[in-house]
């Protein structure tokens, strides 16, 4: 093997532990919560964001429920502090991923920041977000209002 080849095969392998690495730890963070469907939205219990270790908290949550077209990201800014964005691209309607704290589409790049506003297109508009309330340890995404 000459250097080149070395170079080159070294460097492939780097790339795929790195990719590998970034697609492993980004499906080991990510919670997914079907949430408790109400007559006017979707109820989750505010456990969803603890994280074993004490008063360390997730980021975000995904909202997966068979009655939802799409699913919900809900961000978690403090105690007080939700966000629950509609997981459809404004562009042309693909579902986005989460990448840590914003969203991207897989279909033409997209991005969204935590709250939802559009900060790379093409899509010129920013996500459908739902109001979020609390009561009792249960966040309440309002899904009459967006
Ligand atoms: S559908 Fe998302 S960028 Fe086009």
Known sequence: MNRKDFILKSCSACIGASTLFALFSSCATTQFANGQLTKDGILI?????????????????????????????VYRFSDTDYAALWMQCAHQGAELNVAGDYLQCPAHGSEYDNRGKVTNGPADRDLR??????????????????
Do not use: G, M, S, W
């Open 45 to 73: 219990d505010v456990k969803e964001f603890e994280l074993k270790e004490k008063n360390k908290h997730r980021l975000y949550i995904v909202v997966r429920n068979e009655a939802l077209l799409f699913p919900i990201c």
């Open 129 to 146: 977000t739902f109001p979020v309330t609390l009561n009792n340890n249960q966040i309440f995404i309002d899904l009459r209002k967006a």
